[in-house]
């Protein structure tokens, strides 16, 4: 899948706008919350954002800034997770995600060293990356996606369990971002 195949993904999932008082995000309309909206210079009404500045938000922020488009380039299946993962919970949780799977498959630092889980997507995490792929292959990349939406899965939960409103939100989001 190409980026303009996973932002259309992401906003026929996400819909049109959406104001639901148990979500803490506040309006969003194609995904795209009010605050990340008005960080960007949008200054209209929600219920009008247009789709193409959400296209827009989604390439610049979502993919191009963490780096998600170096990841493709090496695991497409893994950075269409952390796409999708980044939209859902922020670019630098992805991140995180997968240098925390990727420390934890290097055999104790014997194909590659650790690295940072600092959630940026550097030299360092893809180098881990290619370390970790020039040793498993294309089927280490299917165990990146499992690891990354694994970890994703156990943060819906402790969302859940912390915050009992986001309990309307759980089936939704393990029905639809896990595995998806």
Do not use: C, H
């Amino acid at each position: 899948m190409t980026i303009d195949d996973l932002i259309e993904a992401v906003i026929a999932r996400e819909g049109g706008y959406v104001d639901d008082p148990a979500d803490r995000g506040g309006a969003t309309r194609w995904g795209i919350t009010e605050k990340v909206a008005r960080q960007r210079g949008y200054a209209g009404a929600m219920r009008t954002f247009p789709r193409d500045e959400a296209v827009a938000i989604y390439r610049r922020l979502y993919w191009l800034r963490p780096r998600f488009d170096a990841v493709a380039a090496r695991a497409p299946a893994l950075a269409a997770e952390l796409f999708d993962t980044g939209v859902n919970m922020g670019p630098a949780v992805a991140g995180g995600f997968l240098q925390r799977a990727l420390n934890a498959l290097n055999r104790g630092a014997r194909d590659y060293p650790d690295i940072a889980r600092d959630g940026a997507i550097g030299p360092a995490t893809l180098a881990a990356l290619d370390g970790f792929l020039a040793r498993r292959g294309a089927a280490g990349e299917a165990v990146l996606v499992k690891a990354v939406e694994a970890l994703q899965g156990a943060r819906y939960l402790d969302l859940a369990e912390t915050r009992p409103a986001n309990e309307v939100f759980l089936y939704g989001w393990l029905a639809n971002r896990i595995g998806s």
